[in-house]
């Protein structure tokens, strides 16, 4: 099994910062994508960004010049900033990756970070 769990969500206000992280652990050969997505109120779950192994990256078009998503692959932990965010932008926050246990690929998801824009 694999677990991943995030942090750094919180309040912040319309313009602010906020820095998120996922680490993942368990069963692990190597992880394949990782990456963020969010769910706000009454909304389907969206793609936020996401990175391969390679570094090649991938973002909403919403939140390109202002978030930057990268990852450590010795943590296997991967990283979302979050500049000049926006009050629509409250959301549940999720990390999913896809990770190769060795003998079969799958896809994983955290348990979710509350992030909350403040008008």
């Known amino acids: 099994q694999v677990q991943l769990v995030e942090s750094g969500g919180g309040l912040v206000q319309a313009g602010g910062s906020l820095r998120l992280s996922c680490a993942a652990s368990?069963?692990?050969?190597?992880?394949?994508?990782m990456g963020w997505y969010r769910q706000a109120p009454g909304k389907q779950r969206e793609l936020v960004a996401v990175i391969t192994s390679g570094g090649s990256t991938n973002y909403a078009d919403s939140v390109k010049g202002r978030f930057t998503i990268s990852r450590d692959n010795a943590k296997n932990t991967v990283y979302l900033q979050m500049n000049s965010l926006k009050p629509e932008e409250t959301a549940v926050y999720y990390c999913?990756?896809?990770?190769?246990?060795?003998?079969?690929?799958?896809?994983?998801w955290g348990q979710g970070t509350q992030v909350t824009v403040s008008s």
């Open positions: 368990g069963s692990i050969f190597s992880i394949n994508r």
């Open positions: 999913n990756a896809r990770v190769w246990s060795g003998y079969v690929m799958g896809d994983y």
